[in-house]
């Protein structure tokens, strides 16, 4: 069973969430309390909880809860001026997407439930309503967002040992394959199951999964931390390898470990293809693509940015330069044991007064991605590999031409 990363129940008057705080792992499960816009704000910007579904999610849960708060907490409401009700869930609204920014999936459910309050304050619906329509849309879009990934990974999986099996040997047709993951993309940065990770999870359940590489995904280590915790907790077959040894590992171990893919997830899709991503990802792109071996992406279609033409206009977040030069973590004791329940231990491993460059995303060009894996079906290279297209639309050219879908879905 994979990991609840987000804990959420409407029973009470006031809806309830839980996330893990993911800056304890992989040391310690703890679970912290959301119950408003500024406690998300500061657990998506700290990266408490992280990964574009997630903080989609948990943005959009903080903001219900916090207007269910308001509602209760001023008199069922008497204190609200029904006219202003889209206002007061637009400046919620735009507070939260402020936590981080590169993240599409928050700016585009922020716009979208917006744009659902003003259609129904409209018609009449007051600051009740409204709040009873948001909480339910969000709802919704917590149960949507575990189907979705489990639609993925089939579609992934399938379209993964399909493609495969046309560029190897007939005799190894049937081998299990080993794939390479960057960053965490599973039940930690999702409602559930994964976007690239599911796509493991799946080949793992059908018996098709030899190895998985995970990356450490430097500077915050969400590979070693997070996606490594993930893989031993559910005792999938995996190694961890630093950043920089993805090149040397597909050059000695790309035949004798049936390397198929490299499988990352995505914060923004532009309408081209270019795909921002956690720092580090377009190297591996380009390692996969020097060594001819199949680059994939996979994201829910929230994740595509159609207004934005290309990955060129694409903020790309900076961070704090003390997430590079410092570490933090449990002491070890006697060499073996871990000093838990106390707090972290932070260490300097970088010079003193060294200048710093820690930019979270890196774009990888549209033309070094073999596919993007959705929900939906798989959309192929021939779609987004023509950089003198003048009108390189994903969305157009899918709408004509169609996903590739897998055969058989699980759900």
């Not at 495969?164 to 081998?175: Q, S, W």
């Not at 993309?185 to 359940?205: D, E, K, N, P, Q």
């Amino acid at each position: 069973m994979s990991l609840q990363a987000i804990k959420y129940s409407n029973s009470g008057k006031v809806s309830t969430l839980q996330i893990i705080d993911q800056l304890k792992l992989p040391h310690e499960v703890q679970y912290v309390d959301i119950k408003s816009t500024h406690d998300a704000y500061w657990a998506i910007r700290s990266m408490q909880v992280r990964g574009a579904p997630a903080i989609a999610i948990v943005g959009m849960l903080a903001v219900a809860i916090e207007l269910e708060s308001d509602y209760h907490s001023d008199n069922q409401g008497d204190g609200f001026d029904d006219s202003q009700s889209s206002d007061i869930i637009k400046r919620y609204l735009d507070y939260i997407t402020q936590s981080r920014p590169t993240a599409v999936n928050l700016q585009n459910a922020a716009h979208n439930f917006h744009q659902q309050v003003v259609r129904s304050e409209s018609y009449g619906a007051g600051l009740f309503e409204l709040i009873q329509l948001f909480r339910s849309n969000v709802e919704t879009m917590l149960k949507e967002d575990i189907i979705n990934n489990r639609r993925m990974a089939d579609h992934g999986s399938e379209y993964i040992l399909r493609s495969h099996k046309l560029t190897i040997d007939r005799n190894h047709h049937d081998a299990p394959v080993s794939v390479i993951t960057h960053c965490n993309t599973g039940s930690l940065a999702t409602a559930g199951y994964g976007t690239a990770m599911g796509v493991i999870r799946s080949l793992h359940a059908k018996g098709n999964l030899l190895q998985a590489y995970c990356t450490e995904s430097r500077p915050y280590n969400q590979g070693s931390r997070l996606t490594a915790f993930e893989l031993v907790h559910d005792e999938i077959p995996a190694t961890l390898i630093t950043d920089s040894m993805a090149g040397a590992l597909i050059k000695l171990k790309k035949d004798s470990a049936n390397i198929a893919a490299v499988v990352v997830g995505a914060d923004r899709i532009a309408a081209n293809g270019d795909t921002a991503n956690k720092i580090g990802t377009y190297a591996l792109a380009v390692l996969a693509n020097y060594h001819r071996i199949p680059f994939y992406v996979v994201a829910n279609m929230s994740t595509f940015d159609f207004k934005t033409r290309n990955g060129e206009s694409i903020k790309i977040e900076q961070r704090a330069p003390e997430e590079m030069t410092r570490v933090s973590g449990p002491r070890v004791l006697d060499g073996a044991n871990l000093e838990l329940g106390e707090p972290a231990t932070t260490v300097q491993v970088a010079a003193d007064g060294i200048d710093v460059w820690n930019p979270g995303f890196d774009i990888t060009p549209a033309n070094l991605i073999s596919a993007i894996i959705t929900e939906k079906g798989v959309i192929p290279k021939i779609f987004f590999d023509d950089p003198t297209d003048p009108n390189p639309n994903l969305l157009m050219k899918v709408k004509i031409a169609g996903f590739w879908e897998a055969p058989n879905l699980s759900v």
